[in-house]
């Protein structure tokens, strides 16, 4: 596509929020385009079960994942499976560029490239990833069945997965650093209920140990009050920390707070006009399904402004008479 051919609006990014955006802006008779570098779907092909989508008291998170690609595929919504390595803002017209050497432009972008889960950095948890170390229960609790895992965190992630593995495995431990959860009540209450699970209250682990050449088989959790320190045995261990956003391609001058999340306005535009970002990227107060879809909403709407706006301006432009 030569310059001349500019999308109305790039999309960067797959999960709910992007998929959402692509389906209002087919709406919005905009030409556009999503480039994904992985599956559809995002974070939520990680969750076994979503019970909080309006309208669907459960669901899988494949299931719904799948529901949001082909609803965005109805309208025509053109999807490439590539990289975005760079954005370079311009006046007028944005500039994406692709892993495969290409570039494409756009007159509005909209980065919805998400988080990845946070990581402890103890000794061992590199080393043994894939090997006992986790960060996805969906994916590899089944090798667990009938064995001891240990879940790190407090959080809604820590305890759904928790659930989860519950099912699967023999005993399943939480170990958190506080003496309260963080997760809803609704979690945490059937975490309590689960006599599969034990909370393991005021305990971080410091490091992940394996028999030699082979997996995962203890590790040693401190005291986070008396500082004392005990080996823990267990044949895996699932770190659900939180995330830490995919700010890699989000272009200099855009504004980010401490933790590295897009600051936007209410539209979801960032400080570059015409450049958007929405869902586990962006801050704010509540990083669920449903707002990560508002977002796509949100933003793709502005969008469609935007663009109007850009183009009706450039049309008035061009009708000046001649000086
Ligand atoms: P989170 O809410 O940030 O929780 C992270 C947990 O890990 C906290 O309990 C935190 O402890 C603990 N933690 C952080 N750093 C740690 C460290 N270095 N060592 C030990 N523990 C550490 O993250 P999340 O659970 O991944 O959830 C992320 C977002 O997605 C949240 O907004 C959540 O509500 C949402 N979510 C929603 C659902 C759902 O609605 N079904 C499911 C999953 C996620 P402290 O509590 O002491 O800070």
Redesign the pocket.
Same mark, same amino acid.
């Given at each position: 596509m030569s310059q001349a051919e500019a999308y109305d609006l790039i999309i960067v990014g797959g999960g709910p929020a992007g998929l959402t955006a692509g389906i209002y802006a087919m709406r919005a008779a905009l030409k556009t385009v999503l480039i994904e570098k992985g599956p559809a779907g995002g974070q939520i092909v990680l969750?076994d079960e979503?019970?909080?989508w309006p309208g669907t008291e459960r669901i899988g998170g494949t299931e719904l994942a799948m529901n949001m690609a082909n609803h965005a595929d109805s309208y025509g919504l053109e999807v490439r499976n590539q990289e975005v390595v760079a954005i370079e803002p311009g006046l007028d017209i944005h500039t994406v560029r692709l892993d495969s050497g290409e570039s494409i432009t756009a007159h509005a972008v909209i980065l919805s490239t998400g988080?990845s889960? &946070?990581q =402890?950095?103890i000794p061992g948890e590199n080393e043994f990833y894939g090997k006992g170390v986790s960060y996805c229960a969906v994916c590899d609790g089944f090798f667990f069945r009938g064995k001891t895992v240990m879940v +790190?965190?407090?959080?809604?992630? %820590?305890?759904?997965e928790s659930l989860y593995l519950a099912k699967l495995a023999k005993r399943v431990y939480i170990?958190? &650093?506080?003496d %309260? =959860? &963080? %997760?809803?009540r609704i =979690?945490q209450q059937r975490a309590m209920n689960d006599c599969n699970i034990e909370i393991l209250w005021n305990s971080?682990?410091v490091e992940i140990h394996a028999a030699p050449e082979g997996p995962v088989d203890r590790v040693t959790l401190k005291d986070t009050r008396s500082g004392e320190t005990r080996e823990m045995p267990v044949d895996g261990v699932f770190i #659900?920390?939180? #995330?830490q956003p995919n700010n890699a391609v989000v272009p200099a001058g855009i504004k980010l707070n401490a933790q590295g999340y897009v600051i936007t306005d209410a539209k979801c535009e960032t400080d570059i006009p015409g450049i958007f970002a929405v869902g586990?990227l962006r801050e704010k107060y509540? &990083?669920? +399904?449903v707002t990560a879809a508002a977002d796509g909403a949100v933003a793709a709407l502005a969008s469609a402004h935007f663009v109007e706006t850009k183009k009706a301006t450039a049309a008035d432009t061009c009708e000046l008479p001649v000086q």
């Open positions: 969750s979503v019970e909080n988080g889960p &946070r =402890l950095n +790190i965190g407090g959080g809604d992630s %820590a305890v759904e170990a958190h &650093r506080r %309260a =959860l &963080r %997760a809803s =979690l971080v682990p #659900f920390i939180g #995330f586990d509540a &990083r669920q +399904i």
